[in-house]
């Protein structure tokens, strides 16, 4: 999945990238595609779920049930901040180190 603006345009670079990565790791976490119709409304969207369920401190209940090994608590937190500020297009400014 692509930053939706950079898609439209047909405009890939390192930002796109770093989007894409971002939605990456949120598909691993959560075993969930980054849209699907056939969830509730309010879960369609992968990036605007997360951020839901993670802004309601529920981030185990994020977690893909099928996973061989389960994630540390803080481990899984950190991961999932990471993963958000990647899709964040305002906070991809300061990620330079990742880029």
Same mark, same amino acid.
């Given at each position: 999945m692509l930053l939706p603006?950079?898609?439209? /345009? %047909?405009?890939?670079?390192?930002? !796109? $990238?770093?989007?894409?990565? %971002?939605?990456?790791? /949120?598909? =691993? =976490?959560? %075993?969930?595609? &980054?849209? $699907?119709? !056939?969830? &509730? &409304? $309010?879960?369609?969207n992968l990036v605007d779920w997360l951020k839901t369920m993670v802004t309601n401190r529920n981030a185990k209940g994020v977690l893909y049930p099928k996973l061989p090994e389960k994630p540390s608590s803080r481990a899984l937190k950190r991961a999932l901040l990471v993963a958000l500020r990647w899709v964040d297009p305002s906070a991809q400014r300061g990620l330079k180190w990742v880029m």
């Open positions: 603006n950079i898609a439209s /345009m %047909g405009m890939l670079n390192k930002r !796109s $990238d770093t989007y894409s990565f %971002g939605i990456l790791i /949120m598909e =691993i =976490i959560s %075993g969930r595609n &980054p849209v $699907d119709y !056939s969830r &509730p &409304p $309010d879960e369609v």
